[in-house]
């Protein structure tokens, strides 16, 4: 990673005005189609970086949170003074899920957000979130020139069926030699070694993007997850993100706590069941498996949990719970509204 980019924006403030489908767009002679988002502002650095290197850009989380995807947009005057970002195409499908457990009736969806990135990025980074790190006591896989390997280091992207990872391995005389005498061989991706989003010089930290594959609608787990109390429509939207106070942290912890209680009356109302909670031995301690409840026979514990988290959430939804730690404040007129977005070099937590 280039230690100059690193050391790129820490605080940047932007003023733009946002346009959505059915405003009127510019058409040039290279006109690509009718724009479905159109942002127009500037960014103004307080640090003095160098602006012909960044570049704006979408970012957006892969399924699951394991990787960044990074989409170009187009732009019309210069960046990051007085710029036009329009975005022609809706997401890659590689950033489509839903947001939500409930299945029927729920779109998918891609969160995005707006970001001055390096001319040079990659289309996609690996979040290299599982670390691995082993120590030898005694020397293992020794090689010709004496030296023996005392220390492995990996960063992986579990997410991915491959799993691509970075790894180093340290090679030296002996466990207790100075660093010096020892050497390290280097393999695998070099960006998995730290956090993906530290190629980006800021994001978006006020407003986010999101992209609709279908309607959500109203009374939907998918709105509420919105915060949005209608239909929300196919396509892009604007809005505008607050985190939590500690109190709203508490009250909604406490809400989740009642769901989970509220969740198996659910389940039983269901299937004609009376199960007192949602514990499960182990299979293979029970003499006939088959008498255990259905969500206990699922051995999958991803499934299982996704079972169980289908009726936590149906109870959240009854009792008001927030499903998402933040508010988020749909942007309904984004063309009659001048707002402000600020560029942080920390990136957004995923929702």
Not at 57 to 78: E, H, N, R, T
Not at 129 to 137: G, K, M, V
Not at 219 to 247: C, H, M, N
Request: aromatic share 10%; hydrophobic share 35%; charged share 25%.
């Amino acid at each position: 990673m280039n230690p100059e980019f690193r050391a790129l924006v820490r605080a940047a403030g932007t003023a733009i005005c946002v346009l959505s489908v059915g405003c009127d767009a510019q058409v040039s002679k290279d006109y690509a189609g009718e724009s479905l988002l159109r942002v127009v502002g500037s960014v103004e650095f307080t640090d003095g970086s160098e602006r012909d290197e960044l570049v704006p850009a979408l970012a957006y989380y892969g399924k699951g949170g394991g990787s960044v995807v990074i989409v170009d947009v187009a732009v019309g005057g210069s960046f990051p003074t007085d710029f036009r970002l329009d975005i022609y195409d809706p997401p890659p499908e590689s950033t489509r899920e839903r947001q939500v457990h409930q299945i029927k009736g729920e779109p998918r969806v891609s969160i995005g957000y707006i970001a001055a990135a390096a001319k040079d990025h990659p289309d996609q980074l690996a979040e290299g979130n599982s670390s691995f790190s082993q120590e030898f006591a005694l020397c293992a896989e020794p090689r010709e020139d004496g030296r023996c390997l005392v220390l492995e280091d990996k960063q992986c992207a579990t997410l991915f069926e491959d799993m691509p990872c970075y790894v180093e391995k340290t090679y030296c005389p002996s466990p207790d030699s100075p660093r010096e005498e020892c050497v390290i061989e280097k393999s695998g991706d070099p960006l998995l070694a730290g956090s993906a989003w530290d190629y980006f010089a800021g994001y978006s930290r006020t407003y986010m993007i999101a992209y609709l594959e279908e309607r959500a609608h109203k009374g939907s787990a998918t709105a509420a997850w919105f915060g949005v109390d209608d239909d929300i429509p196919q396509g892009y939207g604007l809005y505008k993100r607050q985190s939590f106070t500690p109190e709203e942290r508490q009250a909604n912890f406490d809400c989740q706590v009642k769901s989970g209680e509220i969740a198996i009356k659910l389940y039983n109302e269901e299937r004609g069941t009376d199960y007192e909670n949602w514990d499960c031995p182990a299979i293979e301690d029970v003499a006939d498996p088959d008498s255990l409840p259905a969500f206990c026979q699922v051995t999958d514990s991803e499934a299982r949990s996704q079972n169980q988290s289908v009726y936590v959430e149906m109870a959240q939804l009854q009792l008001g719970c927030s499903l998402n730690l933040q508010h988020l404040e749909r942007v309904e007129h984004p063309a009659a509204e001048s707002i402000s977005i600020r560029l942080d070099s920390q990136y957004p937590a995923n929702p």
